[in-house]
């Protein structure tokens, strides 16, 4: 049974819980998420940039990068053959003479998180989670105050920079929605829709979940004893994300965090600290006032 | 390529700090961050500045008006009042959308710090007005009122300033930023310090001798307080205490160090001596600022460098086996 966060969130009768699993075992590059993450909500660009990191020219997600495709090239010594796309003609043999690689990809995105720390620490309520169980930013409550940004264990939201008046939304936080308007009308969200490979995978979360297990058994019983879930557990740090990936390597080598804990865990503690200091400044401030001249 | 990055090399000649950890290796995406960096700037540690020193103050303020001392009351009132006054200002200039600042006011949201900050200074803000208003040399009706209004107030800014003062730890060590995050335990104790030393300075600065003896006792209660128990956090926080020592933030730790420290000592040698006096306030009043700015500053290149986010990660799965 999968942990409902819009019932925890006060929605009565939520529908299942919904979110992605990214396969990345199967991604192949081609940005079609992007691209159609930009289209569908109208994202507006944020820089042509050549960054020198393989094919990867977008850098990181951010307010107006909401997918982001990532390239890493690794030597083949470690590397398991996945049929991946290679250098050189299809069918030609292989000469042995060149270093052979492992091209990693994997297309990242805001994980829709259990526990969402953005959401825990957002003044306004601007965001919130969705009777899905997503976490969506309202861009007309969003003050910009950027709380979310640093509370975010993944380093996803942030709040966009630009010309008022001329890039929309500017100052505002902004991320993935999940497409929450095309999820009310029933469709697959766009990155979903335009995968050619079904690398990103949209569903009921409990579904994918066993979808990924299998999918991960199977690997392992080809011989591909690196693959793993990430953000499959409901026991981790931040009870699981809506959005979750099968990687083959370790998690920072794709620049996710290896064991990500929500902040506002510790709040209790940190609230009971503070409170503790606020008593001792009132006493010191008693005492003061209470000795000598 | 994904990097494996050797820990940065440490600054030649650093006061003969120690590292805390041994270095680590770790892999990350092309060196980029793992996680992002507030959008803060400036305005913010300045707030958290400006906040302290009107918490401290109101507390004098209160305690000046209750044991007869004028002078230190007026000093004090009018520093909480401009204090808060600039550090709100600073805070909703920092805003995305500043004219939407009232949207903080739609919910009341104890899991968010922000959210308790902004119902603290809704109540705190008027109350160290209404103190200050006292102060000033109202005719008439309207003088005799907020005279009348200002014991009152002032008692009650005061009861609501401490939490104005160490709420502000919680705000930093509420989110992912590994220095900050890593703080949490000893950045409350630390915050009320440096407001305890800021606002004492003041009083230093700005009331006469006769009256400023419970001024001086708090400020060298807060530096003692503040200097204390930053060493001990920064022996509880290992490798994500390195950004305190490091380049500009580095810097600041060190100054306010020194500021703090040359300060309290002052203000103890200076018991007749106005000028000593008042030069000891300044250099507390600047020690608190650095302390601010320094702590901020460090949490945000925790942030940048994905080393502080990946080594206790993995070194916390690896205990965990
Ligand atoms: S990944 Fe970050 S932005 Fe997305 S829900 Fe989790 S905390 Fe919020």
């Known amino acids: 049974m999968t942990s409902n966060p819009a019932r925890d969130a006060g929605w009565v009768d939520p529908p299942p819980r919904k979110g992605f699993f990214t396969d990345t075992s199967v991604c192949i590059g081609c940005k079609a998420c992007e691209v159609a993450c930009k289209e569908w909500n109208a994202v507006p660009d944020d820089g042509m940039n050549f960054l020198g990191s ?27 053959d996945l049929g991946l796309p290679r250098v050189g003609l299809p069918g030609q043999q292989d000469t042995g003479e060149r270093t052979d690689f492992r091209w990693l990809m994997e297309s990242d995105v805001c994980k829709h998180c259990t526990h969402a720390a953005c959401l825990d620490v957002c003044p306004t309520g601007s965001l919130f989670r969705t009777e899905f169980g997503t976490v969506v930013v309202q861009e007309d409550i969003c003050n910009g105050c950027g709380y979310c940004v640093p509370a975010c264990p993944f380093g996803v939201i942030d709040r966009r920079i630009g010309e008022k008046g001329v890039t929309k939304n500017v100052g505002i936080a902004q991320k993935c929605t ?116 | 390529m994904t990097t ?76 909480a009042f401009a204090g808060i006054t600039v550090s709100f200002g600073a805070l909703v200039k920092d805003l995305g959308r500043p004219e939407r600042f009232a949207n903080m006011l739609r919910v009341a949201k104890p899991s968010s710090p922000m959210s308790v900050g902004t119902w603290i200074l809704t109540v705190y803000g008027p109350l160290a007005g209404a ?145 000593l006096s008042a030069v000891s306030g300044a250099a507390l009043v600047a020690g608190s600022a650095c302390t601010r700015f320094g702590v901020f500053e460090a949490g945000q290149e925790s942030a940048r460098d994905p080393r502080y986010t990946v080594v206790p990660q993995r070194e916390r799965l690896q205990r965990r086996g």
Request: hydrophobic residues 45%; proline residues 7%; glycine residues 12%.
């Open chain 1, 54 to 80: 393989s094919y990867d020219n977008t850098g990181q997600l951010g307010a107006s990068t909401w997918r982001h495709v990532k390239f890493i090239e690794q030597p083949a010594s470690t590397a398991v």
């Open chain 1, 178 to 293: 999940l497409c929450y308007d095309r999820l009310h009308d029933g469709l697959t969200p766009a990155c979903a829709q335009a995968c050619p490979t079904e690398s990103i995978q949209f569903g009921d979360l409990d579904e994918l979940r066993a979808r990924a297990q299998e999918r991960v058994d199977t690997m392992h019983d080809q011989g591909i004893p690196q693959a793993r879930l990430y953000g499959a557990d409901e026991s981790d740090g931040v009870g699981g994300l809506g959005a979750f990936f099968l990687l083959l390597d370790e998690p920072e080598v794709y620049g996710l965090p290896p064991d990500p804990v929500v902040t506002t865990k510790d709040l209790p503690e940190m609230w009971k600290k503070a409170g503790l200091a606020a008593l001792a400044l009132l006493a010191g401030a008693v005492a003061v006032f209470g000795s000598g001249s």
């Open chain 2, 4 to 79: 494996t990055a050797e820990p940065r090399r440490r600054r030649k000649g650093g006061g003969g700090e120690r590292r805390m950890v041994p270095p680590a290796k770790f892999t990350s995406y092309y060196g980029r961050p793992v996680l992002k960096a507030s959008p803060w700037e400036k305005e913010i540690p300045a707030y958290l500045f400006l906040g302290g020193l009107a918490a401290g103050s109101s507390l004098l303020g209160a305690g000046a008006d209750l044991t007869g001392r004028p002078a230190l009351r007026r000093a004090s009132r009018i520093t």
């Open chain 2, 131 to 275: 103190a200050a208003a006292a102060e000033l040399p109202l005719p008439g009706v309207l003088g005799r009122l907020t005279r009348l209004l200002g014991r009152p107030a002032g008692l009650a800014a005061a009861a609501v300033a401490p939490a104005v003062a160490s709420y502000t730890a919680v705000l930093l060590s509420d989110t992912a930023t590994p220095t900050w995050h890593d703080a949490h335990r000893h950045l409350p104790f630390v915050f009320v310090g440096s407001a305890a030393a800021a606002s004492g300075g003041m009083a230093l600065v700005l009331a006469p001798l006769g009256e400023t003896g419970p001024a001086r006792r708090l400020a060298v209660g807060g530096a003692v307080l503040e200097l204390a128990v930053e060493r001990q956090m920064e022996q509880a926080m290992g490798l994500t205490a390195e950004p305190l020592h490091e380049g500009r933030p580095g810097q600041l730790m060190r100054a306010s160090r020194a500021l703090t420290a040359a300060g309290a000592l002052g203000a103890m040698l200076g018991r007749r001596s106005r000028v």
